[in-house]
């Protein structure tokens, strides 16, 4: 993608007649409330922009041709979907309809902003990511004939967005006879913050001063909140701690500029977008609500650090999980020297670290290997090289492609451990399709095989990261640690759908995995009821979803992010929002412990991973 694309380029292509192919399945099936297959066949003259908008999701005129539509352009897209913004200056009286709206060209607009124009097109709505996706659907205009009637007007004052216009009630229950769509409903801007801006989509907005809650990423994006105190963190971020907890004051924020124009700005959660930041409200795939600057704030650092744990005392045992995102030899020396930095500063050199998304040797190339050694080998020389322990590894291979992740890259979990402060007890004959198992006697637990897979052959670990267990021994004391790499949460649906609640299809197989893994530590302290049991990694869900509950059932673990405040909680920044993805949970045998997440990445624009590590010490 050239240098000059802002990053929404990548998510927003051009759709040129794909915009039609979409609105005219979703009127066959019906999935656009309001809507008819025989509107297609109509025409409408000299409507406004509001009538076209209406006072639902969905486009009472969606299909019709229009003519004679009539607004100032407020902004205009010359990259990924082309096109531009018209405003009516005119507003009605009801505020559930827009005064604005999006008119998809798919070749680079020929219009500027401030012109004022009449055009005739196609009602559409354009569903980001598809039907399946969930998404809520995009109104526009589509085949445009645009005429300009005159240049250089005033843009229509922006409406700001602020703490007190977003109301804090999150979304309306669905409709139960539409699925529970809320396409059909009509919107109630003074009651819920998706109403609200859904009653705005396509108007020019702004925000004034506003403190960055989601920092600038790949593809030129940040996103900000206008509540200051909501679910506010002492880092600056805004944590998300339930369902029902979506954070209604975050939005989205994109520039018009192409960035070989005005470079965007690289900030870190905390910082400040100073300053008013106005364009028009936009809905995507990736984000949903998105504010596109026409007028972008100024950045002001706020000086965030990255944390550093604490140093484990010499009979506390430390025990550590990190995911270093698709990690295999063709990643830059760079990339392994931060990795390492950060184990031997900002983790404090744990005594146990398991990795996910340990690469074998050829990386994303699809040829059959799937042996890891020259991936960890260069890890941990990075490590010593920064000044580290010359940490040992163990693991098991899994079988090509069998495991997800990026194809070809076989992703694993891998352990680390620190010959000079704690063993490892080998047992051989685990494999990839080869599950260990508890045995023991006289209240003395211990694997079959070690390292080994927990319960490889269990259909919830199918296209998935099976668990690897292994055994180690500081000061004389078993300690059993289970490394996860859990289903991710693709496929679900995203908490700007028109589906409230969302549906999360993903659950259901972590919760599979969250039970097959509970089995097993089940299994350990049915042997040795004091046994030291940690069950740590990516786990893909949060603190309170019902993945943790499953693994905590019984009282066989327990959530050591609970032992945080809850303003701690999180591991991973997700549209703003700062979320738990990676834990450790302990045994009832683990009486006292100190939890850390340690941030170091998530919240940062330079990030060496998109997840923060986490750190458990205790002692045995």
């Known amino acids: 993608m050239p240098s000059s694309i802002p990053g929404s380029a990548r998510r927003t292509l051009a759709r040129s007649a794909a915009v039609s192919a979409v609105v005219a399945s979703a009127l066959a099936a019906g999935l656009l409330a309001g809507s008819s297959s025989a509107a297609a066949d109509d025409a409408a003259a000299g409507v406004r922009i509001h009538d076209i908008q209406g006072t639902t999701r969905v486009s009472p005129l969606v299909g019709k041709q229009v003519t004679g539509v009539t607004g100032i352009v407020t902004g205009v897209r010359t990259y990924g979907s082309r096109g531009f913004w018209i405003q009516d200056p005119e507003a009605d009286a009801n505020p559930a309809t827009s005064e604005g709206v999006f008119v998809f060209t798919s070749s680079v607009p020929t219009v500027a902003v401030g012109d004022a124009v009449s055009l005739n097109g196609t009602v559409t709505e354009y569903v980001p990511g598809g039907l399946n996706s969930g998404n809520q659907s995009l109104t526009q205009i589509s085949k445009p004939v645009v005429t300009v009637l005159s240049k250089g007007n005033p843009v229509p004052a922006p409406v700001t967005i602020s703490a007190w216009s977003v109301p804090d009630a999150y979304a309306p229950e669905g409709d139960p006879a539409a699925g529970g769509s809320v396409n059909g409903l009509t919107l109630d801007p003074e009651t819920y913050a998706l109403d609200y801006y859904e009653s705005l989509e396509g108007t020019n907005v702004r925000v004034d001063s506003s403190r960055i809650v989601g920092a600038t990423d790949a593809y030129a994006e940040l996103w900000v909140t206008v509540k200051p105190w909501e679910n506010r963190n002492l880092r600056g971020g805004t944590v998300y701690g339930s369902y029902e907890s979506q954070n209604t004051g975050r939005l989205q924020i994109q520039s018009l500029t192409p960035l070989a124009q005005q470079p965007f700005p690289k900030a870190d959660v905390g910082d400040r977008l100073t300053g008013t930041t106005e364009g028009p409200l936009d809905f995507n795939q990736f984000g949903g609500y998105t504010l596109t600057a026409r007028t972008l704030g100024t950045v002001v650092d706020a000086g965030l650090e990255r944390e550093t744990t604490d140093k484990q005392h010499k009979n506390e045992l430390a025990v550590a999980t990190y995911n270093v995102e698709n990690l295999d030899p063709s990643d830059p020396q760079e990339k392994f020297d931060a990795l390492a930095k950060a184990v031997v500063e900002n983790l404090a050199s744990p005594d146990i670290l398991a990795l996910e998304e340990i690469q074998d040797n050829t990386g994303a190339k699809n040829d059959g290997t799937v042996a890891a050694d020259l991936t960890v080998k260069k890890f941990t020389d990075a490590i010593v090289a920064a000044g580290g322990p010359a940490y040992e590894w163990r693991s098991v291979d899994p079988q090509n492609n069998k495991d997800g992740g990026e194809p070809g890259g076989n992703i694993r979990q891998v352990f680390l451990f620190n010959p000079e402060r704690v063993s490892f007890t080998d047992r051989a004959g685990g494999d990839a399709t080869t599950g260990t198992a508890v045995t023991g006697s006289k209240g003395r637990a211990a694997l079959t095989l070690s390292p080994g897979r927990v319960d490889p052959a269990n259909t919830a670990w199918e296209s998935s990261r099976k668990p690897l267990a292994g055994e180690f021994v500081f000061r004389g004391r078993t300690v059993f640690v289970i490394a996860n790499h859990f289903g991710s949460k693709g496929g679900d649906e995203s908490i700007v759908s028109h589906h409230q609640p969302p549906n999360r299809s993903s659950e259901a197989k972590r919760l599979q995995q969250a039970q097959a893994v509970n089995a097993f530590v089940k299994d350990i302290v049915a042997v040795e009821k004091q ?90």
């Open 531 to 620: 046994a030291d049991v940690l069950v740590v990694g990516d786990i893909n869900d949060f603190e309170f979803s019902g993945t943790t509950q499953a693994l905590t059932d019984g009282g066989a673990l327990y959530p050591a992010v609970k032992s945080l405040p809850r303003s701690e909680r999180y591991s991973y920044v997700y549209q703003g929002n700062s979320q738990v993805l990676d834990q450790i949970l302990t045994s009832p045998g683990v009486h006292h412990f100190e939890y850390d997440s340690v941030h170091i990445n998530a919240e940062f624009a330079d990030q060496d991973s998109d997840h923060d590590p986490q750190v458990l010490r205790f002692r045995p």
